[in-house]
């Protein structure tokens, strides 16, 4: 996260006397990445961020959830409506798929979490549905559907739920853990960070947490999750007691609707559709856009085969007529792993054809991509959830 940003009160140098009213000096925390040579955020507190008073291991459910290898090798769909488990952010995830690298779960937010602080990598949270609050030292972000909430590795915060729909649903999201840093891919970036003329979001579409943020209390538990596991750390003062901070290193949103779609004349393939960069993986958004503007072009994705990657697909809005025959609509995961060949159902292109031939000019899908480059295992509960069809999809469509 390259770009440089204040919020609140900050003294003019870094690590002179700032003097808090009635008396005594505010406390500065440096949040830096990779020791004292990357990104790094400057923050002012009421209270020393180092007093802790109580330290107690904690139970790590999620951390023990079973991952079990694609095998046999198959294409697989998991419908996120059939989850039933609802919870908060942080505690009522239901792992889904993942690897040393990447850990991908749904959840269903029906409560306030605790003050979280995971220490083992960034995370980014994709909201589905509703809306979320997110708390943090850094200051507050209204997240809505759509809006992709990027927490740094090490942010102390909490989640709120948004007001309840109709229906009592409060909000759905997919939670992307990482095994180390979310960022910008570099070729969006100039040598010294700003966002360059071809990339498909800039500066203007992030959305900073924004503070001050300020929360009374005394023996404040924080739940850290660290390499070894879960540990709930109770702070004498609560952390949020941050009067100004600054620097390039802090969370922020983005929502998918500010990406901008780069088409082709003829198919583009998903790097155009880049968003974000993590250890051995990348998020993909794909957006409503034109479709490909050749009289002869094959709008839609051609068969492929990424030799070197598992591809995860969140499909979260739009229109899925085009897939019928797939089972695949709104809420429903799919994995193309390496090893297998994927593509459009037979009859799609077809189909496709026959649409621009009657006036139609663009496509309404909006989807969530993530390939990885090491397999992905799979879970239990996304076993519950499995389409057990899907993999025989195109082999039915093509015995018409
Ligand atoms: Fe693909």
Excluded at 89 to 116: C, E, H, K, W
Excluded at 121 to 147: K, M, T
Excluded at 220 to 231: D, W
Aim: charged fraction near 20%; aromatic fraction near 10%; charge should be negative.
């Amino acid at each position: 996260m390259p770009y440089y940003r204040v919020s609140g009160e900050i003294p003019r140098k870094r690590h002179t006397r700032f003097q808090r009213p009635g008396g005594g000096l505010y406390a500065e925390e440096l949040m830096g990445e990779e020791g004292f040579s990357s990104d790094s955020s400057l923050l002012y507190h009421v209270n020393p961020p180092t007093a802790i008073v109580k330290s107690e291991a904690m139970a790590d459910l999620a951390g023990e959830t079973r991952l079990a290898a694609n095998h046999p090798l198959l294409p697989r769909h998991y419908r996120t409506q059939d989850l039933t488990g609802t919870g908060d952010l942080v505690f009522g995830r239901q792992p889904l798929m993942g690897n040393d690298d990447i850990r991908m779960s749904f959840v269903t937010v029906n409560a306030p979490s605790g003050l979280y602080r995971n220490s083992t990598g960034d995370e980014a949270v994709y909201v589905h549905a509703g809306s979320l609050r997110f708390e943090s030292v850094y200051g507050a972000i209204d997240a809505v559907a759509g809006d992709y909430v990027i927490v740094p590795r090490g942010t102390v915060h909490r989640w709120l739920p948004g007001p309840a729909a109709p229906a009592g649903l409060h909000a759905t999201a997919l939670v992307i853990e990482a095994n180390g840093h979310i960022r910008t891919p570099k070729r969006y970036l100039s040598q010294t960070g700003q966002f360059l003329e071809h990339a498909p979001y800039c500066e203007r579409d992030l959305r900073p947490a924004a503070g001050p943020l300020f929360a009374e209390g005394e023996d404040v538990p924080v739940t850290v999750r660290h390499r070894a596991g879960l540990t709930t750390l109770t702070y004498a003062r609560h952390p949020f007691d941050v009067v100004g901070w600054d620097g390039c290193l802090y969370p922020y949103a983005f929502n998918i609707a500010d990406f901008e779609p780069i088409v082709k004349r003829t198919h583009a393939p998903p790097p155009v559709h880049q968003t974000f960069e993590g250890p051995n993986f990348v998020i993909c958004s794909f957006c409503p856009r034109p479709l490909d503007f050749d009289p002869q072009s094959v709008p839609i994705p051609y068969n492929h085969h990424n030799v070197d990657s598992d591809e995860m697909m969140f499909y979260v809005g739009g229109d899925y007529s085009a897939r019928q025959g797939s089972g695949v609509e709104i809420g429903s995961i799919t994995l193309h792993p390496s090893g297998f060949t994927h593509g459009p159902i037979p009859g799609a292109v077809e189909a496709v054809i026959r649409g621009m031939e009657a006036g139609r000019t663009t496509t309404d899908e909006t989807a969530v991509m993530i390939d990885t480059f090491r397999p992905l295992l799979l879970s239990d509960l996304a076993a519950a959830a499995e389409d057990p069809e899907y993999a025989w999809s195109w082999g039915r469509a093509s015995r018409g």
